[in-house]
């Protein structure tokens, strides 16, 4: 027996029915307006884009177009004596190509841990940025970890705590984390001391955001029973929703742990110390094997920071997994 959909559908003569045709309508209908809106959207595109480029060009007196081809002049050009320099460079090995100057000076500026055994000057500045990033990021963590549960409705309710400690959130991450370091090289002189700080300041506002959204989206229930056995507002936080929200944690902790290698990289540039402030000087004084050596480094180091991060924050939310279907079972 056909059904009431064929028989809308089907004319004599195998035709489509009224029901199809409205169908057909409608789709041709909804695929001209997404075209139009696509048309619209791409022109708007293109108007900001022109207007941003000649908004450039008037904030550099005119001189952007016209500058624009020395960009790849300057690329042409940059390049060392031999591609060994760069590893030399990398390394601290001697070049044959040393004349006094500061250009080839490469073991210069090894770091000796004995008498014959040496970290290379790049690689030292490295781990220099790599522990600016470390730090900030446990410190900002563990801070962010304590504020977030005085922000969570669920927790706190909607009351004058909970929007203290959101603002101080917003207040924490509404600067850049160059913008505080170039205000605390100003004060405190330039040095790891600065970088630390305003990658912590922002560490604790970006991550106290994540942590507490968390926190709201956890399952009550426990809360709820710890509630009723007379637990105070500590145990019911430790043992009802700190087991909830771990794993989620650390993969975020972990995740703004590559974020604040690149944010120290940049803000060495400002005077921050570690690999930035030394690719700052390299590049400025025209030293092409130097700043080559040193974005080759960076790329590998972060391509290896990133993947490792990924594989343990997978392994971590799949062991959470694991554990709660083996419980449900």
């Given amino acids: 027996m056909a059904t009431m959909s064929e028989h809308n559908n089907a004319v004599p003569g195998g035709g489509i029915g009224p029901a199809a045709s409205l169908m057909m309508q409608h789709y041709r209908q909804?695929?001209?307006?997404?075209?139009v809106y696509t048309a619209i959207s791409i022109v708007v595109f293109l108007v900001v884009l022109f207007a941003s480029l000649q908004f450039a060009n008037d904030?550099?007196?005119?001189?952007?177009?016209?500058?624009?081809?020395?960009?790849?002049?300057?690329?042409?050009?940059?390049?060392p004596d031999s591609p060994m320099e760069i590893i030399r460079a990398m390394f601290d090995l001697p070049s044959p190509y040393a004349d006094g100057s500061l250009k080839y000076n490469y073991t210069a500026d090894r770091h000796y841990i004995t008498d014959t055994f040496y970290i290379p000057n790049f690689f030292y500045q490295l781990i220099i940025t790599i522990n600016i990033a470390l730090v900030s990021t446990i410190i900002g963590a563990a801070l962010a970890f304590l504020l977030c549960f005085f922000a969570s409705t669920n927790l706190v309710g909607a009351g004058a705590t909970r929007f203290v400690v959101r603002r101080i959130m917003e207040v924490l991450r509404a600067f850049p984390e160059i913008v505080i370091a170039g205000l605390l090289t100003a004060i405190l002189s330039i040095g790891p001391i600065a970088a630390i700080i305003a990658i912590t300041v922002h560490t604790i506002g970006a991550l106290g955001k994540l942590f507490f959204e968390v926190v709201e989206n956890s399952d009550m229930k426990p809360d709820e029973g710890l509630r009723a056995a007379g637990a105070s507002w500590v145990e019911?936080?430790?043992?009802?929703?700190?087991?909830?929200?771990?794993?989620?944690?650390?993969?975020?902790?972990?995740?703004?742990?590559?974020?604040?290698?690149?944010?120290?990289?940049?803000?060495?540039?400002?005077?921050?110390?570690?690999?930035?402030?030394?690719?700052?000087l390299a590049i400025g004084r025209d030293h092409a094997a130097k700043t080559y050596a040193i974005i080759i480094l960076l790329l590998v180091s972060i391509i290896i920071i990133?993947?490792?991060s990924a594989w343990l924050?997978?392994?971590?939310?799949?062991?959470?997994?694991?554990?709660?279907?083996?419980?449900?079972?």
Avoid at 317 to 324: N, P, R, T, V
């Fill in 306 to 308: 990133d993947q490792f």
């Fill in 30 to 35: 909804q695929l001209r307006t997404r075209r």
């Fill in 59 to 79: 904030a550099n007196a005119g001189k952007f177009f016209e500058r624009l081809p020395y960009f790849f002049d300057f690329i042409r050009s940059f390049v």
């Fill in 313 to 329: 924050r997978r392994r971590l939310i799949g062991q959470q997994s694991f554990e709660l279907g083996r419980g449900a079972a």
């Fill in 236 to 280: 019911r936080v430790r043992f009802a929703i700190v087991p909830q929200v771990l794993p989620n944690f650390v993969s975020y902790t972990l995740l703004r742990a590559e974020i604040n290698v690149r944010a120290s990289t940049i803000i060495g540039a400002v005077g921050g110390g570690g690999i930035g402030e030394v690719f700052r």
